[in-house]
Protein backbone atom coordinates (compact mmCIF):
# COMPACT_ATOMS: atom_id res chain seq x y z
CA UNK A 1 0.00 0.00 0.00
CA UNK A 2 2.92 2.41 0.81
CA UNK A 3 4.68 1.60 -2.16
CA UNK A 4 1.27 2.92 -4.06
CA UNK A 5 0.58 5.59 -2.13
CA UNK A 6 4.02 7.07 -3.15
CA UNK A 7 3.51 5.98 -6.95
CA UNK A 8 0.32 7.78 -6.34
CA UNK A 9 1.55 10.89 -5.62
CA UNK A 10 4.39 10.90 -8.00
CA UNK A 11 1.90 10.80 -10.56
CA UNK A 12 -0.27 13.49 -9.12
CA UNK A 13 3.35 15.71 -8.63
CA UNK A 14 4.19 15.23 -12.64
CA UNK A 15 0.48 15.89 -13.34
CA UNK A 16 0.63 19.56 -11.32
CA UNK A 17 3.78 19.99 -12.84
CA UNK A 18 2.76 19.22 -16.47
CA UNK A 19 0.05 21.97 -16.27
CA UNK A 20 0.58 25.69 -17.61
CA UNK A 21 -0.08 28.71 -15.55
CA UNK A 22 -3.20 30.54 -17.01
CA UNK A 23 -3.53 34.34 -16.11
CA UNK A 24 -6.81 36.22 -16.82
CA UNK A 25 -6.99 40.07 -15.47
CA UNK A 26 -8.48 43.37 -16.10
CA UNK A 27 -10.88 45.73 -14.14
CA UNK A 28 -14.16 45.01 -12.71
CA UNK A 29 -15.95 46.72 -9.59
CA UNK A 30 -14.11 49.78 -9.35
CA UNK A 31 -10.57 47.74 -8.81
CA UNK A 32 -8.73 45.00 -10.47
CA UNK A 33 -8.82 41.31 -10.84
CA UNK A 34 -6.43 38.61 -11.17
CA UNK A 35 -7.19 35.11 -11.78
CA UNK A 36 -4.36 32.46 -12.09
CA UNK A 37 -5.09 28.22 -12.64
CA UNK A 38 -3.12 25.31 -13.67
CA UNK A 39 -4.44 23.93 -16.64
CA UNK A 40 -3.92 22.52 -20.19
CA UNK A 41 -6.69 24.13 -21.82
CA UNK A 42 -5.50 27.54 -22.68
CA UNK A 43 -8.52 29.42 -23.78
CA UNK A 44 -9.49 32.17 -21.87
CA UNK A 45 -12.29 32.27 -19.14
CA UNK A 46 -12.29 35.96 -19.60
CA UNK A 47 -15.49 36.66 -21.21
CA UNK A 48 -17.16 34.57 -18.64
CA UNK A 49 -15.51 35.86 -15.69
CA UNK A 50 -16.24 39.16 -16.70
CA UNK A 51 -19.83 38.50 -17.89
CA UNK A 52 -20.19 37.00 -13.94
CA UNK A 53 -18.84 40.55 -12.64
CA UNK A 54 -21.52 42.44 -14.41
CA UNK A 55 -24.35 39.75 -12.91
CA UNK A 56 -23.57 40.70 -9.83
CA UNK A 57 -22.95 44.44 -9.95
CA UNK A 58 -26.20 44.27 -11.60
CA UNK A 59 -27.44 42.70 -8.24
CA UNK A 60 -25.51 43.95 -5.60
CA UNK A 61 -23.52 47.72 -7.33
CA UNK A 62 -25.11 51.27 -5.47
CA UNK A 63 -23.19 52.40 -8.57
CA UNK A 64 -25.02 51.20 -11.32
CA UNK A 65 -28.52 52.61 -11.92
CA UNK A 66 -31.37 50.09 -11.47
CA UNK A 67 -29.36 47.45 -9.60
CA UNK A 68 -31.31 45.40 -7.41
CA UNK A 69 -29.83 46.82 -4.25
CA UNK A 70 -30.88 50.25 -5.56
CA UNK A 71 -34.53 49.31 -5.98
CA UNK A 72 -34.32 48.00 -2.65
CA UNK A 73 -33.55 51.16 -1.25
CA UNK A 74 -35.30 53.07 -3.27
CA UNK A 75 -38.71 50.61 -2.40
CA UNK A 76 -39.77 48.50 0.22
CA UNK A 77 -39.40 45.36 -0.97
CA UNK A 78 -37.68 42.95 -3.60
CA UNK A 79 -37.59 39.84 -4.51
CA UNK A 80 -33.77 38.54 -3.92
CA UNK A 81 -32.23 36.64 -6.76
CA UNK A 82 -29.24 34.29 -6.52
CA UNK A 83 -26.18 36.51 -5.81
CA UNK A 84 -28.26 39.26 -3.42
CA UNK A 85 -29.48 35.86 -1.55
CA UNK A 86 -26.43 34.84 -0.02
CA UNK A 87 -24.86 37.95 0.89
CA UNK A 88 -27.85 39.51 2.85
CA UNK A 89 -28.10 35.80 4.35
CA UNK A 90 -24.57 35.99 5.15
CA UNK A 91 -24.58 39.44 6.69
CA UNK A 92 -27.18 38.87 8.49
CA UNK A 93 -25.75 36.01 10.22
CA UNK A 94 -22.55 38.10 11.19
CA UNK A 95 -24.50 40.73 12.32
CA UNK A 96 -26.26 38.61 15.01
CA UNK A 97 -22.84 36.68 15.80
CA UNK A 98 -20.96 40.41 15.94
CA UNK A 99 -23.57 41.62 17.80
CA UNK A 100 -24.42 44.05 14.53
CA UNK A 101 -20.58 45.11 14.46
CA UNK A 102 -21.00 44.18 11.39
CA UNK A 103 -24.13 45.80 9.81
CA UNK A 104 -25.16 46.37 6.07
CA UNK A 105 -28.27 48.70 6.84
CA UNK A 106 -25.08 51.50 7.65
CA UNK A 107 -25.68 53.13 4.19
CA UNK A 108 -27.30 56.01 5.56
CA UNK A 109 -24.43 56.92 7.95
CA UNK A 110 -21.74 55.73 5.21
CA UNK A 111 -23.61 58.59 3.23
CA UNK A 112 -23.72 60.84 6.04
CA UNK A 113 -20.44 61.42 6.28
CA UNK A 114 -19.34 61.86 3.14
CA UNK A 115 -17.79 57.92 1.98
CA UNK A 116 -21.08 57.08 0.24
CA UNK A 117 -21.65 57.20 -3.99
CA UNK A 118 -21.83 60.61 -4.08
CA UNK A 119 -18.86 62.36 -2.47
CA UNK A 120 -18.48 65.38 0.22
CA UNK A 121 -15.95 66.75 2.32
CA UNK A 122 -18.60 68.58 4.91
CA UNK A 123 -16.77 67.56 8.20
CA UNK A 124 -17.91 65.57 11.00
CA UNK A 125 -21.90 65.79 10.88
CA UNK A 126 -23.82 66.99 14.06
CA UNK A 127 -24.62 64.94 16.87
CA UNK A 128 -27.99 65.24 15.96
CA UNK A 129 -27.81 64.75 12.35
CA UNK A 130 -25.72 61.00 13.28
CA UNK A 131 -28.91 60.49 16.34
CA UNK A 132 -31.35 61.26 13.74
CA UNK A 133 -29.81 58.72 11.23
CA UNK A 134 -29.21 56.35 13.83
CA UNK A 135 -32.75 55.55 13.67
CA UNK A 136 -32.87 54.12 10.02
CA UNK A 137 -30.40 51.10 11.01
CA UNK A 138 -30.32 48.22 12.11
CA UNK A 139 -29.78 44.63 11.23
CA UNK A 140 -33.32 44.14 12.84
CA UNK A 141 -34.88 46.46 10.72
CA UNK A 142 -34.70 43.74 8.07
CA UNK A 143 -36.83 41.01 7.20
CA UNK A 144 -35.85 37.68 4.99
CA UNK A 145 -38.64 36.29 3.95
CA UNK A 146 -38.14 33.31 1.62
CA UNK A 147 -37.05 34.98 -1.48
CA UNK A 148 -38.28 38.42 -0.36
CA UNK A 149 -36.03 41.20 1.10
CA UNK A 150 -38.03 43.60 3.59
CA UNK A 151 -37.95 46.47 5.63
CA UNK A 152 -39.25 47.15 8.63
CA UNK A 153 -39.41 50.96 8.27
CA UNK A 154 -39.62 53.27 5.78
CA UNK A 155 -35.63 54.92 5.04
CA UNK A 156 -33.75 51.64 5.62
CA UNK A 157 -30.92 51.45 3.26
CA UNK A 158 -28.62 48.58 2.79
CA UNK A 159 -25.02 48.70 1.87
CA UNK A 160 -22.69 45.47 0.89
CA UNK A 161 -19.37 46.82 -0.13
CA UNK A 162 -18.30 45.40 3.17
CA UNK A 163 -19.34 41.80 1.92
CA UNK A 164 -19.74 41.66 -1.59
CA UNK A 165 -16.63 41.52 -3.15
CA UNK A 166 -14.95 38.89 -1.06
CA UNK A 167 -18.66 37.25 -2.60
CA UNK A 168 -17.34 37.72 -5.94
CA UNK A 169 -13.99 36.32 -5.45
CA UNK A 170 -16.02 33.16 -4.19
CA UNK A 171 -18.43 32.90 -7.19
CA UNK A 172 -15.59 33.27 -9.27
CA UNK A 173 -13.77 30.38 -7.60
CA UNK A 174 -16.88 28.38 -7.96
CA UNK A 175 -16.90 29.04 -11.71
CA UNK A 176 -13.27 28.12 -12.21
CA UNK A 177 -14.17 24.82 -9.95
CA UNK A 178 -17.32 24.28 -12.42
CA UNK A 179 -15.11 23.80 -14.98
CA UNK A 180 -13.10 21.17 -13.42
CA UNK A 181 -10.24 23.43 -12.48
CA UNK A 182 -8.61 22.38 -9.03
CA UNK A 183 -5.85 24.67 -8.52
CA UNK A 184 -6.35 28.47 -8.81
CA UNK A 185 -5.86 31.97 -7.07
CA UNK A 186 -8.31 34.24 -7.47
CA UNK A 187 -7.89 38.13 -6.09
CA UNK A 188 -10.45 40.82 -6.33
CA UNK A 189 -9.09 43.84 -5.38
CA UNK A 190 -6.94 42.29 -2.48
CA UNK A 191 -9.69 39.58 -1.44
CA UNK A 192 -8.54 36.31 -2.10
CA UNK A 193 -9.59 32.35 -2.21
CA UNK A 194 -6.56 30.00 -2.80
CA UNK A 195 -7.23 26.09 -3.77
CA UNK A 196 -5.00 23.67 -4.55
CA UNK A 197 -1.22 24.61 -5.58
CA UNK A 198 0.93 26.17 -7.77
CA UNK A 199 2.69 25.80 -10.84
CA UNK A 200 5.73 24.64 -8.60
CA UNK A 201 3.16 21.74 -6.56
CA UNK A 202 3.70 24.39 -3.59
CA UNK A 203 0.42 26.77 -1.79
CA UNK A 204 -0.18 29.70 -3.30
CA UNK A 205 2.04 32.30 -1.71
CA UNK A 206 0.66 35.90 -0.75
CA UNK A 207 2.75 38.99 0.07
CA UNK A 208 1.43 41.03 3.35
CA UNK A 209 2.22 44.06 4.24
CA UNK A 210 4.17 44.52 7.35
CA UNK A 211 4.51 47.57 9.63
CA UNK A 212 7.39 49.19 7.77
CA UNK A 213 5.27 48.85 4.23
CA UNK A 214 7.03 46.86 2.48
CA UNK A 215 4.87 43.50 1.02
CA UNK A 216 8.07 42.29 -0.22
CA UNK A 217 9.98 41.78 3.33
CA UNK A 218 9.64 38.52 3.28
CA UNK A 219 6.07 38.09 5.47
CA UNK A 220 4.37 35.25 3.01
CA UNK A 221 0.87 34.06 3.57
CA UNK A 222 0.91 30.45 2.41
CA UNK A 223 -2.75 29.65 0.76
CA UNK A 224 -4.09 26.70 -0.03
CA UNK A 225 -8.36 26.52 0.39
CA UNK A 226 -8.60 29.16 2.38
CA UNK A 227 -9.28 32.90 1.81
CA UNK A 228 -7.80 36.20 2.58
CA UNK A 229 -9.20 39.74 3.06
CA UNK A 230 -7.44 43.26 4.37
CA UNK A 231 -9.70 46.26 5.53
CA UNK A 232 -7.86 49.06 6.27
CA UNK A 233 -8.17 53.56 7.33
CA UNK A 234 -5.56 54.42 5.33
CA UNK A 235 -7.68 54.77 1.50
CA UNK A 236 -10.89 56.66 2.52
CA UNK A 237 -10.83 59.30 5.56
CA UNK A 238 -10.49 63.19 6.13
CA UNK A 239 -8.64 64.75 8.70
CA UNK A 240 -10.49 67.41 10.77
CA UNK A 241 -9.25 68.87 14.59
CA UNK A 242 -6.54 66.50 14.63
CA UNK A 243 -8.53 63.52 14.41
CA UNK A 244 -8.63 61.26 11.12
CA UNK A 245 -11.76 59.73 10.54
CA UNK A 246 -11.84 56.99 8.23
CA UNK A 247 -14.55 55.52 5.93
CA UNK A 248 -15.34 52.55 8.20
CA UNK A 249 -18.64 53.33 10.07
CA UNK A 250 -19.81 52.55 14.03
CA UNK A 251 -23.23 50.82 13.18
CA UNK A 252 -23.98 51.39 16.47
CA UNK A 253 -22.96 54.82 17.61
CA UNK A 254 -22.99 56.40 14.02
CA UNK A 255 -18.94 57.65 14.45
CA UNK A 256 -16.26 56.76 11.79
CA UNK A 257 -13.59 55.08 13.00
CA UNK A 258 -10.50 56.72 14.31
CA UNK A 259 -8.99 54.80 16.87
CA UNK A 260 -5.42 52.86 15.90
CA UNK A 261 -5.43 50.14 13.57
CA UNK A 262 -4.15 51.01 10.17
CA UNK A 263 -4.76 47.49 8.43
CA UNK A 264 -6.45 44.30 9.63
CA UNK A 265 -5.75 40.92 7.49
CA UNK A 266 -8.48 37.84 7.88
CA UNK A 267 -8.26 34.39 6.69
CA UNK A 268 -11.37 32.32 6.52
CA UNK A 269 -12.48 28.97 4.71
CA UNK A 270 -14.18 31.73 1.93
CA UNK A 271 -13.65 34.78 1.24
CA UNK A 272 -16.95 36.22 1.95
CA UNK A 273 -16.37 35.37 5.28
CA UNK A 274 -13.13 36.70 5.45
CA UNK A 275 -14.49 40.31 3.70
CA UNK A 276 -17.61 40.37 6.15
CA UNK A 277 -15.41 40.22 9.38
CA UNK A 278 -12.45 42.11 8.72
CA UNK A 279 -14.67 44.94 9.27
CA UNK A 280 -16.20 43.68 12.57
CA UNK A 281 -12.18 43.58 13.70
CA UNK A 282 -11.29 46.93 13.14
CA UNK A 283 -14.33 47.99 15.20
CA UNK A 284 -13.59 45.79 18.07
CA UNK A 285 -9.28 47.15 18.27
CA UNK A 286 -6.57 44.28 18.27
CA UNK A 287 -6.57 43.01 21.84
CA UNK A 288 -10.90 42.31 21.91
CA UNK A 289 -10.51 41.31 17.73
CA UNK A 290 -7.83 38.59 18.70
CA UNK A 291 -10.43 37.77 21.94
CA UNK A 292 -13.04 37.13 19.57
CA UNK A 293 -11.30 34.88 17.12
CA UNK A 294 -10.30 32.61 20.73
CA UNK A 295 -13.60 32.76 21.45
CA UNK A 296 -15.24 31.82 18.20
CA UNK A 297 -13.10 28.75 17.00
CA UNK A 298 -15.78 27.36 14.40
CA UNK A 299 -15.55 30.37 12.35
CA UNK A 300 -11.90 29.37 11.61
CA UNK A 301 -10.96 32.86 11.84
CA UNK A 302 -7.12 34.42 11.81
CA UNK A 303 -6.11 37.88 11.57
CA UNK A 304 -3.34 40.25 11.79
CA UNK A 305 -3.16 43.73 12.46
CA UNK A 306 -0.87 46.72 11.86
CA UNK A 307 -1.80 49.63 14.54
CA UNK A 308 -0.25 52.75 16.55
CA UNK A 309 0.98 51.94 19.59
CA UNK A 310 -0.21 54.71 22.17
CA UNK A 311 3.15 56.51 21.91
CA UNK A 312 2.65 56.84 18.14
CA UNK A 313 5.13 53.46 16.97
CA UNK A 314 3.85 51.32 14.30
CA UNK A 315 3.29 47.71 15.58
CA UNK A 316 1.78 44.31 14.44
CA UNK A 317 0.43 41.83 16.59
CA UNK A 318 -1.48 38.33 15.16
CA UNK A 319 -3.53 35.22 15.66
CA UNK A 320 -1.43 32.02 16.68
CA UNK A 321 -2.81 30.45 13.34
CA UNK A 322 -2.26 32.87 11.23
CA UNK A 323 0.78 31.98 9.02
CA UNK A 324 0.48 28.31 9.75
CA UNK A 325 1.70 26.44 7.02
CA UNK A 326 -1.27 24.56 4.63
Known amino acids: MKGIFLA ?21 QGTYYIVKYLGKDTTSLKPEIESLFRQIDRSLSLYQPGSLINRFNEGEKVVMDAYMRPVVRKAQEVSRITDGLFDITVKPLVDLWGFGVVRHKKGRPSDADIRQTLTRVGYEKLIIRAKY ?13 GIAQGYTTDVIAKFLQSRGIRNYLVDVGGELAAKGHNDKNQPWSV ?13 LLHLSDRAVATSGNYQRFFDEGGTRFAHTIHPKTGEAVHNNIITVTVTAPDAMTADAYDNALILLGVENGLAFIRQHPKLKLEAFFIYKDTDGTIREKYSEGFFSEP
Do not use: F, M, W
Not at 12 to 24: E, L, P, Y
Not at 149 to 161: A, F, P, R
Open 207 to 219: GIERKDGNAGNGA
Open 149 to 161: LLKKQHGVEIDCN
Open 8 to 28: GCLLASIHVAAQQTVTISGKA
